[in-house]
Every structure is written in structure tokens, then in C-alpha cells.
């Protein structure tokens, strides 16, 4: 049987830089995850908004529109989590998402009231401001690789 114990100094392995990259990348990716986090909470709560502003019944249409978008917008949080490198491109798509979600109460509905207003402008500007983020942050991470 082979002698598997340690023998040495670390320093001498051959992947010790390789590994030493790994862990400077996992701590330089905090902020991403927590912005991403973010973006699929924004996305949950698009789509149960509907509900919680009790517009539901009252304007179907938006009602649709906040379910889709939301679920596609905690989709895209997922998706940007789970493969950042390949999904960086996808998060400017979020700040044009953000900007329809502000006018959407306008553009889908005919006499929006107070409420509808104010809950897609701010879920509108928190997911245009968190898809910049994001955006931003993957095109520093793909500088740095």
C-alpha cells in the first residue's frame, strides 16, 4: 500500500499556484453572489406583487405581466449565479427588463392607480440598478481572467 502521508512542504506541490488562484477568485466572489441573490429576491417578489398590492383582480393584464417578468427575473438571478462566465452578457438584459417595469402600469394597463405605480417603478429601478451591478461586476471578472 502506497504512503499517503504528508511529506514536505506545501510549496513544493505542483498545483500550488493554481490553487492559490481558486481561493483568490472565491474571495474576490462575494459581491456577485450577493447581488444575485438580490436580483432572484426582486424577481420572486415581481411575481407574487400582484397579491401583496391586491391588484390582481382588478388588472389581470398587469397581473400577467408581473408574473412572467418576475419568474424571468429570478430565473436570470439563478442562471447569472450559476454560470457566471457564460451569463455576464444576460444581466444588461435585467436593466432593460427594469426600465419596461416602470412603464408597464402605463403601457399594459389603461388607468393605473397609485399602487400598481409604485410597486412596478420600484421593483423597475431596483432591478435596473442590480442588473448594472451585475453587469459590471461580470465584465471586471472577465478582465481579470
Known sequence: ???????????????VSEMRARYARTL???M??????LVLLVGLYCAISPWTVHFSTARPELL????VLGLAIALMGIAITAAPARMGGLSWTL???GVW?????????RAPDAGMIWNNVVIGAVTFLLGCVAAFASMRANKET
Not at 1 to 15: F, V, W
Not at 32 to 37: S, T
Not at 101 to 109: D, F, H, L, Y
Open 28 to 30: 474576490r466572489g462575494g
Open 95 to 97: 436593466g432593460a427588463i
Open 101 to 109: 417595469m416602470i412603464i408597464s402600469p402605463w403601457v399594459v394597463t
Open 64 to 67: 400577467i405581466n408581473n408574473l
Open 1 to 15: 500500500m502506497a504512503d499517503l502521508s504528508h511529506r514536505g512542504d506545501i510549496s513544493e506541490h505542483p498545483d
Open 32 to 37: 456577485p453572489m450577493v447581488v444575485d441573490g
